[in-house]
């Protein structure tokens, strides 16, 4: 059963940068794939950018490409997102997903745990 708790959500003015963190206990870290996600009101949740086991391939949605990035460290077992030049469309609670099987798929039932979410708001 693996934890996942996100943090470093919250106000930032449009064109900064934030950094979200995802701290997951139980389970071994590096035996998942892991992701971000995001939902707004109204919508549905959304792939934002995934990340494999070893941390060699990173996948992003074409709307955070460039501006977005996915890391993780194995030593402190956390996943970060470091978002750069922030768009009044990025607001929204971001997610942190885990899953055995995946680390590439954009689909939110493919990933297994789950995160509480950290909220993100763009004022421009």
């Known amino acids: 059963q693996v934890q996942l708790v996100e943090s470093g959500g919250g106000s930032v003015q449009a064109g900064g940068s934030l950094r979200l963190s995802c701290v997951a206990s139980?389970?071994?870290?590096?035996?998942?794939?892991m992701a971000w996600f995001r939902q707004s009101p109204g919508k549905e949740r959304e792939f934002v950018s995934s990340?494999?086991?070893?941390?060699?391939?990173?996948f992003y949605a074409d709307s955070v490409k460039g501006r977005f990035t996915i890391t993780r460290d194995k030593g402190i077992r956390t996943l970060y997102l470091h978002m750069d030049r922030i768009e009044s469309e990025d607001t929204g609670v971001y997610y942190c997903?885990?899953?055995?099987?995946?680390?590439?798929?954009?689909?939110?039932?493919?990933?297994?745990?789950w995160g509480q979410g950290t909220q993100v708001t763009v004022s421009s």
């Open positions: 997903a885990a899953d055995r099987e995946t680390y590439d798929s954009k689909r939110p039932t493919d990933y297994e745990y």
């Open positions: 139980g389970g071994a870290f590096s035996d998942y794939g």
């Open positions: 990340i494999s086991w070893g941390a060699s391939y990173t």
